[in-house]
Nanobody, 122 residues
Framework: QVQLVESGGGLVQAGGSLRLSCAAS????????MAWFRQAPGKEREFVAA???????????NYADSVKGRFTISRDNAKNTVYLRMNSLNSEDTAIYYC????????????WGQGTQVTVSS
């Protein structure tokens, strides 16, 4: 099983940007579909973005409608790391962001990180 550790969260002003990282250990991420989810206070965990297994020549990504055009998921298999670049952040993006590994972009996702807090101030 792969172990995942997120980093890069923090406090940012509305309109700003952040890049989250998800470092994997135990297994190589190149064979997994990887995803980001988030959970805002009082709300259920929701899908944000996912990227298929493989490298930049073959992989593809899916996004939630709420983040399309603002967020970009990418992976660096050599570093065993997945990223989430977040631009034009707004208060509705405030949440704990979780990294997950699974068999396909549609899931299921069997391995999860502990999460990193993103807070957007207006």
């Amino acid at each position: 099983q792969v172990q995942l550790v997120e980093s890069g969260g923090g406090l940012v002003q509305a309109g700003g940007s952040l890049r989250l990282s998800c470092a994997a250990s135990g297994r190589t991420v190149s064979s997994y579909a990887m995803a980001w989810f988030r959970q805002a206070p009082g709300k259920e965990r929701e899908f944000v973005a996912a990227i298929s297994w493989g490298d930049s020549r073959t992989n593809y990504a899916n996004y939630a409608d709420s983040v399309k055009g603002r967020f970009t998921i990418s992976r660096d298999n050599a570093k065993n790391t997945v990223y989430l670049r977040m631009n034009s952040l707004n208060s509705e993006d405030t949440a704990i962001y979780y990294c997950a590994a699974g068999v396909a972009v549609t899931g299921p996702f069997g391995s999860w990180g502990q999460g990193t807090q993103v807070t957007v101030s207006s």
